[in-house]
């Protein structure tokens, strides 16, 4: 059984990771805990999220120092700010956890980009070297050997799942950059009082249009430029991408479905749609990416839809552990 | 034309006043006015609520002062905090204006009430003597003579538009309370950033059971017992109201639809079912209070809904400023 | 391993039965069927319910003669109408199955019922007799002798859960009938193609005011007259249930959490509020039946949610099986 | 006081055109009328719409020739399915009526556009020539003269009026075309009972890829190949596009702005965005189209959100009607 810390687990994505771990025949939770400054401190995770009273009724601990929480701990889920990730990480590295963190601290081997994009200067160059970025499907090979892995953005998994077969197998003419048009559920917004994500005011709208930092995550990962459009959708949870790209001349259908199938053929979350498209609500409270896509001469549309806070975020944080401790990939998600 | 003052205009009630006043015939909008500590102040309706973008671009301006305002104004319609009304409504009236009051602070003639539910001590008890609780159907004659008119609660109006013809006219037995059960769209708790009306949070719930002020509002009009659920529904507006009561031996189908047909079959703004039962769509964003019931035996199920924004707040007040001024009842509504 | 057979299983129950006997570590699914007539037939099952996509890929093979699918079953569910339960529950009985009827065909001990509220002539009395209704949490002794468990419908769980309780310790003046109020679905009302269902048209509103036949099934099993009221709500799944009674004189709030208590406090599946109320949200999707409550002198307010697929149907249906066969109660469920 | 016949009158934009006929002060509704076959015959309006309940109470009259209904009619709404347009839209201007129709059957001036993407031989290539395409900002002078104005589709709308000042002044590099990608409101299916559009199936999700009869009836008023991805919404009614094109070498954002100012400055019903985004809610219930855009580099991101049943349809057509007839533009729009 591993011991396993759940930091900043008073969000959607904690308590879905408190679910996951609570479920795992492997894993058991140490400890939840929250900012020492948190107003949610001392109460019970179920008290704030009830779908999971009875089921996980511990209470989130308000943490000022890491060592009264270490002890015996194999297993770090970061669910906290970047800034904040990017200051734990590495001393839940050096007490000698794996740490598998859900924020953006790590996950671009370029310290400029968080001066850029994050706003704080990076202090841990070596650990943004030494960091695995948990796209699980392509990087289990280094998962395995990792000790600090950068789980992607809600955004970035679906999209570089959907581009990435294609890009890597030069299918695509990146002359013209694809266009990724996306729509989250609100729950992407963080678990927080704000008027912009009010039950009255949201509805489906762009926002962070050429401005949201998902865009250098995604093309910094792909090797490729590309266009990326974010829009807020009147649902909870779940994204759909939508992304229209350029065909080499003489690419067929049969060579995209053959460069899926040999990409995602035996990945267990990921589901391929060989006809039809993905709809959101077949992914929502489910671990998968579902990807489906259509050909019209050298025009592509690939539609790939999952749950921000699952597939987007606990749930390949979880598959990545899953990975990295030789469990079977889906343990504790289907 | 009547000039008129819109204080507190920057929230969902202050909104579809505003837009009100700008398609009615005979009054213009001299000013929208919020708080001078608001941090909408200087801002644009339209950039608040952009539906009414090239409909009301007026600015919102900060009041501290009510005598920057008062030059001309004929009318004045006070969607503020009951804390608000309560001190301007004396200060408004002073100026001769003639005062619409949304919110709380006048409804109830008993000072005690204020200290009761609302918490603070009334320092009017002259003004709820004179003000006019503004109940359309049943107070257009106290209403032309008024110049506090104190607009109902949101709840309260379907409430009592639905039980006040049953009971009026004796054909409920009282002993047993009619059991209000209640709905209400997410606007009813305002245009604020809060974590229980984010959009993630809201689900269908009760809330105020037992405790809510709506429910002495209720019951001092009526002058009978109830008991009053609120819940709060997975929608922006609309409140749907299933009245449960207990009708006095012997009383049939036929009267009930007779003392209906009686208080409102030529009032406009109350629609009777003769068949089926009103849902919530067709109220929203309308004026009306549609109501409908069913018998069997003894017991009686009155259903009524209404926009919360519309006859539950502004169409009402616009409704009683028609009655007023000798214009048409419906001016400015359908 | 239980052989397992789903009959009806393309609807929304059926889906949720699959999904659960799928991941029973006791039970597999022998075969999914539908009518011969159903244009489904020969469809996979994730084709109609993507969301089970890589999770149960089965076909639904069409049934005419139940003796080609029969060989080597121990378990039927049968997810069908009332008119082909009552057709097909003597028949697999007769093969030697178990069978989980989730329609209402077996549900009352009383063959007149059927005529009135069903508007079919009942065939078999004895069956009727020997049926033991599945209210899981008070049925346990007498399920486990059974082979037809008649699963209660969705409004009746959750009412007969809040109130059995209270009747059966005698807390409630009856002679005031609870007044039931109860808000479902749209999935309440089945997987198929009608104008009232579809998307435009739903919307909170009333339906089945004092004819609704769950009204009989839940005064029949907990022996006492009630008022019950159901409504079409706007969302896809969950029921929440307000019920207001009227307490014995000097009933206080302790006899009641009391009695929930010794009710529930080891049940698994019905989850007690000690503060607050229950959300809809909260079990949507979750096998659980939610109970909380308010009392102000001698008025009690009791708000009870479950997911109307689940512990309304699908949960419920497995957790009988469970119960039969004696796997732990929350097997698959949980 | 034009007098005015509404074919087709039963569904969702045939209810919006009633209702805005209704309030036009120099038009009156002559006659609602369904198919003779239909089951809403003899049907009052305000029971299939009850929102128009106490204002258009009118009953759905059965039509089988045209001429029981012609008799002093100017103006004919044509809300009907493609087919019966085509054959209705001669008979009713032989009778002298000015015709808006709101199907396809006259859109596009090319014969075989019909018996490709609509499935039928056209039989009056005579009416596609003098047919005007209802594309009010910019068909004025056309409207003015016509007697078949051609009103276009919902997604059609939102595209030109989005795209028609960027490629009528040559600021898209169109060797790149651009992504329409477009979400539409579940009324865009019609008023009808259907398995896809039901409630429990409804979620985001792409359909009719490359294949929707829209794209050629864009592409072909444009004069320019363009991608069209619509999708479908979790929301009753509403379309936002966001469409994606690449600019030519050195075009500005303050060119861009020129050119929509240069185009809607003074037309009422377009709105354009200065700064921000428009979303969905601020255009549902309204007549406009809301325009907003964002430069980076050639690249260049549009977004049009519009009511589908109103400036996608209804209100369109009322529009090209106080256009043809001389009214203020936006009669009984506002």
């Known amino acids: 059984m591993l011991n396993t810390l759940i930091v900043g687990a008073s969000g959607y994505t904690g308590a879905e990771l408190a679910s996951y771990v609570n479920r795992h025949p492997h894993m058991n939770i140490t400890a939840l805990t929250v900012s020492a400054q948190s107003s949610d401190a001392g109460k019970l995770l179920s008290s704030l999220h009830p779908q999971l009273k009875g089921i996980v009724d ?34 839940f590295l050096a007490a000698g956890c794996v740490v598998f963190d859900l924020s953006g601290a790590y996950r671009v081997n370029n310290a400029e980009f968080y001066t850029q994009y994050y706003g704080f200067t990076h202090q841990h160059p070596d650990l943004l070297d030494s960091a695995v970025y948990g796209l699980a499907e392509w990087q289990a090979d280094k998962i395995k050997q990792a000790d600090l892995i950068a789980v992607p953005g809600c955004y970035p998994t679906a999209a570089q ?31 927080k009082a704000s008027l912009s994500n009010s039950f009255c005011e949201v509805s489906l709208q762009p926002y962070g249009v050429f401005t949201h930092r998902h865009q250098p995550e995604i093309a910094s990962h792909l090797g490729a430029d590309i266009i990326f459009t974010p829009h807020l959708g009147n649902f909870p949870r779940g994204i759909l991408e939508t992304i229209t790209c350029r065909l080499q001349d003489g690419v067929t259908q049969q060579q995209i479905a053959a460069v899926y199938q040999q990409a995602y053929g035996d990945k267990p979350l990921v589901r391929l749609y ?37 597939k987007g975020a606990a749930a390949q944080a979880m598959q990545c552990a899953n990975i990295r401790f030789g469990f079977t990939e889906t343990q504790a998600l289907i």
């Open 58 to 91: 511990l209470p989130l601990q308000p943490m000022s120092d890491i060592s009264e929480f270490t002890q015996g701990v194999d297993v770090v889920f970061l669910a906290t700010a970047h800034e904040v990730s990017h200051d734990l990480a590495p001393q």
């Open 161 to 191: 799942l959907a581009l990435k077969p294609l890009i890597d197998n030069g299918l695509l003419d990146l002359t013209q950059w694809p266009v990724i048009n996306a729509t989250s559920g609100v729950s992407g917004a963080g678990r």
């Open 274 to 310: 060989e006809k039809g498209m993905p709809a959101l609500k077949n992914v929502v409270g489910l671990p998968f990416c579902d990807i489906g896509f259509a050909v019209q001469g050298q025009h592509l549309i690939v539609v790939a839809t999952e749950d921000n806070l699952l």
